[in-house]
């Protein structure tokens, strides 16, 4: 059975990730079809793509799937991870992707929410970013998405307590485009894509590539990316980076104990 539906209609694709059983969660079967999905549209040139889970979801997505993060020893968030590959595709894809948002997104997920180019949420929207919850070291380029979406202040905070917040304050910090009731988002959704759709595709796909360049473009010593990788390796070799994923799959409150 398939884990998303996708819909493309008038240069406009639509992908509904519809794995309600597990909330969404970014498990590598679930990233593999949304990425044929969005290989597809590209052959067929659509112009612009709409993300979203079905309507009147609690959970637009619960993140990446803890039961596949490796059990320790091994970088949890790799260049070929399948949450990093999801949001590349995203990223590099040659037309705008609309987040069309509703319910809670959790850890990873919001980092593809903030990958989309446009964010359109309903008021019951929130958004929680949450490795510290399991003890998993967020990855470079990841705090980069972070980093370029929200004030570092609110990052911190958003970090440091694993709390979500609400749609709210994402749309006062600029994070999300629109707020819309949820019998008013799809049209509005659409509205929006169709305008984008009446345009020149070449001069949008261009300037998408150059704005993901240069919002990427840091410069890094290797001493530095080193000491970040070095740094990050202890904490996806510590204990409490197992702790967090056992208390996630035996649905208990982690005890971390900072080693
Ligand atoms: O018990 P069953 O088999 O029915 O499965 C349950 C959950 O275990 C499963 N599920 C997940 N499985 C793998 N990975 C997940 N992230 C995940 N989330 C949920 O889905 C079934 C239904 O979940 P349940 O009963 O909790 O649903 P609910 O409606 O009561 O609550 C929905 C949520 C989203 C509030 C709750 O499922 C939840 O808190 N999920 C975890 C959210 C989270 O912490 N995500 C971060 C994942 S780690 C990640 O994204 C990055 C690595 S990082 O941490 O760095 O950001």
Redesign the pocket.
């Known amino acids: 059975m398939s884990l998303i539906i996708t819909e493309t209609q008038n240069a406009i694709g639509t992908i509904v990730m519809n794995h309600v059983?597990?909330?969404n969660?970014l498990s590598e079967a679930l990233i593999g079809e949304i990425t044929t999905a969005l290989d597809g549209f590209r052959e067929q040139a659509i112009r612009a793509v709409v993300l979203r889970a079905p309507a009147g979801t609690?959970?637009w997505s619960?993140?990446?799937?803890?039961?596949e993060?490796p059990s320790g020893g091994r970088d949890?968030?790799g260049w070929s991870d399948p949450l990093r590959v999801l949001i590349r595709a995203i990223q590099e894809f040659p037309a705008p992707v609309l987040a069309l948002i509703e319910g809670?997104v959790?850890?990873?997920?919001c980092e593809v929410a903030m990958g989309c180019d446009i964010l359109v949420a309903t008021p019951e929207a929130t958004f929680a970013?949450?490795?510290a919850?399991?003890g998993?070291p967020?990855n470079l380029g990841g705090l980069l998405t972070v980093m370029n979406m929200i004030p570092l202040p609110v990052a911190k905070e958003m970090l440091f307590t694993a709390q979500p917040i609400p749609v709210s304050q994402a749309l006062n910090l600029g994070v999300v485009n629109y707020v819309r009731p949820a019998d008013e988002i799809e049209s509005f959704v659409h509205g929006l894509a169709e305008s984008i759709v009446a345009n020149s595709p070449l001069s949008i796909s261009v300037m998408k590539e150059e704005l993901r360049l240069l919002s990427s473009a840091r410069s890094i010593t290797p001493e530095l990316f080193e000491r970040i990788q070095g740094l990050r390796r202890i904490v996806y070799d510590s204990q409490d980076y197992q702790e967090g994923i056992a208390a996630f799959s035996e649905k208990r409150k982690p005890r971390f104990l900072g080693r």
Request: charged content about 20%.
């Open positions: 059983a597990k909330r969660a609690k959970v619960a993140g990446h799937d803890v039961s993060l949890p968030l809670g959790w850890g990873g997920a970013i949450t490795p919850k399991l998993v967020y």
